[in-house]
């Protein structure tokens, strides 16, 4: 059974740090580019990061440009977002989602495409 799962959300104060991490089973993590979406209440689901499979190629929306870093350990199966100088209109829910290779990073991480699997997200909370 194909399963993303997230973890690593929480509450954190403005300008502290969190780590996220988007755990792959059932399949082979580095056969797909990985991306972090997010969602925040009453807003549309945006792209945050997005990376290739043998991470070459990364891509980041202009309001987390600086701030986060995705990565990835395709030997464990495992993709990252460490998120600095968190700020609260960082607040949302985060998601993983695997695409194929063949789809262009920037297509997918602006969400012109679908991809296939999306894992469950974790809630990212910002506030004093």
């Known amino acids: 059974q194909v399963q993303l799962v997230e973890s690593g959300g929480g509450l954190v104060q403005p300008g502290g740090s969190l780590r996220l991490s988007c755990a792959a089973s059932?399949?082979?993590?580095?056969?797909?580019?990985i991306g972090w979406f997010r969602q925040a209440p009453g807003k549309e689901r945006e792209g945050v990061s997005c990376?290739?499979?043998?991470?070459?190629?990364?891509y980041y929306a202009d309001s987390v440009q600086g701030r986060f870093t995705i990565s990835r350990d395709n030997a464990k199966n495992m993709v990252y977002l460490q998120m600095r100088d968190l700020k609260p209109e960082d607040t949302a829910v985060y998601y993983c989602?695997?695409?194929?290779?063949?789809?262009?990073?920037?297509?997918?991480?602006?969400?012109?495409?679908?991809?296939?699997?999306w894992g469950q997200g974790t809630q990212v909370t910002v506030s004093s």
């Open positions: 059932g399949f082979t993590l580095d056969s797909y580019k």
């Open positions: 990376i290739s499979r043998r991470s070459e190629v990364t």
């Open positions: 989602a695997a695409e194929f290779p063949s789809v262009r990073t920037v297509e997918f991480c602006t969400m012109t495409t679908k991809p296939p699997y």
